[in-house]
């Protein structure tokens, strides 16, 4: 698993500031448990051959046990009945602002004294950001004034992809299940990589005991309970918490406990489908990466930085540019120019962006910020790039939140970009019932999109 992924979710460094950075098209989901990443220990563990009975990965799954309060071997029981070591950390399928946490205890309960979170920096638009585009954002213009600037940019790039293809190789965590349990030093590898990582206390409190029936521990999270079990405190003050790894620490009750499953709570952020084959898509962009068998180049007028590709394949995707490839290539035979044809790009757009709409153009789906879907847009519809335009209205749907719906609108509107002006107007009316009670956006609204979004037209 690459580390504190989902497909389609990055780390970027922003952070959630309130809940109108929330994608609008988000939704509350229940999730129980996916994987196992770490525990202590579980009865049976040290027996030989070793047994699987009473394991975490009991937990994986619905609960199959509860409502009973009785011994099972499909449940988790740690190796021990009392201490305070005992531990198990989980993850689930999707990572979610954290609402609440269902805890099955089908014996032995009252053992959790502490419930911890990985914290994945939160995604205040759904960045789409990859890793050539973070390094070109984290290069020092300064390098660029040097008399080898495109050689010395292409070697810092290089340098600094090498160094992300490192940190991600070490940031890999291997998931556990029933078929294929963690060894020894599968889980040392997850510690290892655990432990770099920022913990967010859910909640703190005491062990209780005296339990004669199964239960669903389901403290209030972001609190700490006091000695009485009666009264709160808070202990974190960002309850905008976004993760799929969770950590259960134990402290036992001198008797043997055991846990059934867990169910997550909490906002889910939308995600792009991404329906290309995957081995044809990475066929394509290693391509494009590599530069293999080129035969353009395409100069970036502002920055005077050159990417190549393929005239066929750039053909195929847009007429303009099939036209502007005819000319040069009638131009280049005419006058026994070099084998590669170069065409000048002079529109007023970033480097980066131009790199993100070749490789959307290699791979029918590419990695995209806030930032760029504005002018990445205005190339496309320039360029009739119909695939473009209509991935990069989805983009914006699934990134919409109440803090920037407006601005997005009124820019649409004044650049004429149909493609986002009706995303927006599409999830504004998908989310009626949310938008109609936010009159800062209401107001900004003419009539007949009021009348649109309230489907009477």
């Not at 098209?25 to 229940?30: C, N, Y």
């Not at 963690?182 to 590898?189: F, N, P, Q």
């Amino acid at each position: 698993m690459k580390l504190l992924t989902s497909p389609n979710y990055k780390h970027v460094d922003n952070t959630l500031s309130d809940n109108n950075d929330i994608p609008i098209a988000s939704k509350e989901i229940q999730q129980y448990v996916y994987k196992i990443l770490d525990y202590n220990s579980h009865y049976g563990e040290t027996k030989k051959p070793p047994n699987l009975n009473w394991s975490p990965y009991g937990l994986i799954g619905e609960p199959t046990m509860y409502p009973r309060y009785k011994d099972s071997q499909t449940c988790y029981c740690p190796s021990v009945a009392s201490g305070g070591n005992e531990y198990f950390i989980v993850m689930f399928e999707k990572p979610v602002l954290v609402k609440s946490l269902k805890i099955y205890e089908t014996l032995g309960a009252g053992a959790v004294c502490k419930i911890s979170a990985v914290k994945i920096n939160s995604l205040r638009s759904i960045s789409f950001k990859k890793p050539y585009n973070i390094l070109n954002n984290n290069y020092n213009n300064n390098h660029l004034n040097n008399n080898n600037e495109e050689e010395e940019y292409n070697v810092y790039l290089k340098e600094k992809e090498e160094q992300l293809k490192e940190e991600e190789e070490e940031q890999q965590l291997i998931e556990g299940t029933l078929e294929n349990p963690l060894t020894i030093e599968d889980r040392e590898i997850n510690r290892k990589i655990l432990n770099k990582l920022e913990w967010i206390t859910l909640w703190k409190g005491n062990k209780t005991s005296g339990h004669t029936t199964a239960r669903i521990f389901s403290p209030t999270l972001f609190t700490q309970t006091s000695d009485t079990s009666i009264t709160t405190t808070r202990i974190e003050e960002d309850n905008y918490i976004f993760t799929n790894i969770i950590k259960i620490d134990l402290d036992l009750n001198n008797e043997w406990s055991e846990f059934d499953a867990i169910k997550l709570i909490g906002i889910a952020f939308p995600e792009m489908i991404d329906d290309i084959d995957g081995k044809l898509k990475n066929s394509y962009l290693e391509i494009f990466k590599k530069e293999e068998y080129c035969d353009i180049s395409l100069i970036h007028e502002k920055s005077g930085f050159e990417v190549k590709a393929h005239c066929g394949l750039l053909a195929s995707r847009s007429l303009i540019f099939k036209q502007k490839i005819d000319e040069l290539m009638l131009y280049c035979n005419n006058n026994n120019c070099r084998k590669e044809i170069v065409m000048n790009i002079e529109d007023d757009i970033s480097f980066e962006c131009l790199k993100v709409i070749l490789e959307f153009l290699y791979c029918n789906s590419v990695d995209i910020t806030m930032e760029e879907i504005i002018p990445i847009s205005l190339f496309a519809q320039k360029y009739e790039l119909n695939d473009l335009l209509k991935y990069c209205g989805e983009v914006l749907y699934i990134s919409l939140t109440y803090n920037n719906i407006v601005k997005f609108l009124k820019k649409s509107k004044e650049l004429k970009l149909t493609n986002l002006y009706d995303a927006i107007l599409k999830c504004m009316k998908d989310n009626c019932d949310l938008i109609s009670k936010k009159k800062e956006i209401i107001q900004e609204l003419s009539f007949e999109e009021k009348r649109f979004i309230e489907n009477k037209l």
